[in-house]
């Protein structure tokens, strides 16, 4: 947030959180709303190994998990696909008020000029929900048919060959407003969409 805006640009390479937990999911969720935040001077962004051999890794953090014969999508995979599908071309300040001492919620707003779609993104990585306040006043128009995806459980949830699929988000329908509070999950993540034309 500090980082000079005349300087050169920023390629952040190879982060990730030490685990595939949904707790590291959301730790990285909060991470990338601070990117969004800065995308005027964060250019690049790139996850930590993609694919890893099951039992077959020198480290803890990969997306895909695969063998001879199958594979699994880790929750890290769901956050990083939560946010990149939900893509903007301008981050839009002052939509989302929280309690500015909880370093545990986190959220960014993007407009996606080619869908005329505002995307909110909350990430909670504390132990209770907590309420987030949107703001939708710079937007002309809201069309109240809204979608929330999700992504939330238990902080240790993960998956695994013996149990595919165990952590992954779930899309229902919103009906949004001008103004709304949200109350956001404990260990969670949400993207919520909505129309503006």
Known sequence: DGYKRNAGKVYLGEYAS???????AVAEALYMTGLERNGDVVSMASY?????????????????FFDNSGYYLTPNYHAQKMFSANRGDYYVEKVITKNDTDSLLGGSCVYDS????????????????KTAKINLGAFAKIIPAAT???????????????????????????????????????????VIRIKTK
């Open 114 to 129: 080619k869908t005329g779609d505002v995307i909110v993104k909350l990430a909670n990585a504390g132990k209770e929900a």
């Open 48 to 64: 930590a190994p993609l694919f890893a051999k099951n039992n077959f890794t020198q480290w803890k953090t990969d997306m895909i």
């Open 148 to 190: 929330v995806t999700q992504l939330s459980g238990a902080a240790n949830a993960e998956n695994s060959f013996q149990k595919t699929e165990a952590v992954a988000p779930v899309t229902t329908e919103f009906a949004a407003a001008k103004k709304f509070d949200y109350t956001v999950p404990p260990i969670s993540i949400t």
């Open 18 to 24: 030490w685990g595939n937990r949904l707790e590291n």
